[in-house]
């Protein structure tokens, strides 16, 4: 048997995790250990996921809970440290970008472990991103890394990291959409809200450069009052925005906005099949920059960069300046084409990627044992 740790802590995480278990399972060689930091704790942000996505119960929760950036990876190092050298493992496989992902990542190396870190190789170029940090760090120090899309090989390569570590297998989000889309499709999401195909957006924020920096929010806002003119805002709020916007002026506009409708964050089925029918998506999530081009709606991302260019150049995703007359021009420039989008769908993902992942692990443990 195999001995692999694999690690989830903050939701984007869950999502990921959920196929490569499966495939792990379905495989018989392998003897996994699931442990969850506990970074994302709410019910909805954690517990619904797990229930919904049939991902094991976790083996083991760290419960490290939010705090400063140094705080919370410190807290994660020094909890994760004793379950590595208690389940003595061949590989820890690390996923996505948060710090939950660093932090596991850098126990394991010092602990003399292989690391496996899947979506590797995503650069958003911006340093000021924490996540961008994350991402740089722990591919340096990754011994399988498996990537989601070209530029991801070519990031690494030109980091120099040795081509033999590296695969590209596709993604395993969409291996979760792809799994999920029938089951989401008996979601009562759209009766619940009044909602009719096509004649609603989906918000989500959550990045500090939108929501920690008033001014952009309210740029974001001022767009967001004319579009609601002719759409119904679905906006399902994430913790971060949602202490921000208690008791700021910010919040009184919002409310004001009889066609904006705030929500407590929505589950993995609700979320999916809310997409897949509404006429537009506007988004700072990385995923779901991805979900929207398989899905073929048209989104934009309210960021300066992404570190998922395929989704520019093959999906449907418009990168948009947080400026308010930008967002109304591409705004309108969708609206002119009736909220309709078409894109191609980028190499290998095709709902197979986790069940790439562990063939390549298997063999790679064989060669090397
Ligand atoms: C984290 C990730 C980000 C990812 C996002 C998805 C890092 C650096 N960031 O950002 O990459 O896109 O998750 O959601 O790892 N909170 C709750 N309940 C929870 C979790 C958080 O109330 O279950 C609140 C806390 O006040 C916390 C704040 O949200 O301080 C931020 O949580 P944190 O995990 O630090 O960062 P996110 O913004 O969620």
Known sequence: MIKVICVCGARPNFMKIAPIMKAFKENGGFQTLLVHTGQHY????????????KIPKPD?????????????TAEVMKRFEPVVLEFKPDYVLVVGDVNSTIACGLVTVKLGVQLIHVEAGLRSFDRSMPEEINRVLTDSISDILFVTEQSGIDNLNREGINSDKVHLVGNVMIDTLLANREKAEQSPILEQLGLEKKKHAVITLHRPSNVDDMDNFSKIISAFEVIQKDLKLIFPIHPRTQKNLEGSFLKTRIDSMANLVLSEPIGYLDF?????????????????????????????????????????????????????????????????????????????????AAARIVEIIKSKFYESN
């Open 272 to 352: 999916l099949k809310l997409t897949a029918h509404s006429a537009l998506v506007i988004t700072d999530s990385g995923g779901i920059q991805e979900e929207t081009t398989i899905l073929q709606i048209p989104c934009m991302t309210l960021r300066e960069n992404t570190e998922r260019p395929v989704t520019l150049t093959e999906g449907t995703n418009k990168l948009v300046h947080v400026d308010t007359q930008d967002i109304l021009k591409h705004y309108n420039i969708i609206k002119s084409n009736d909220f309709e989008a078409r894109g191609a769908i980028p190499k290998y993902w095709d709902g197979k």
């Open 60 to 72: 083991i929760n760290l419960e490290i809970g939010s705090g400063s950036h140094a705080v919370q």
């Open 42 to 53: 709410d019910q909805k942000m954690s517990a619904l996921f797990f229930d919904e996505l």
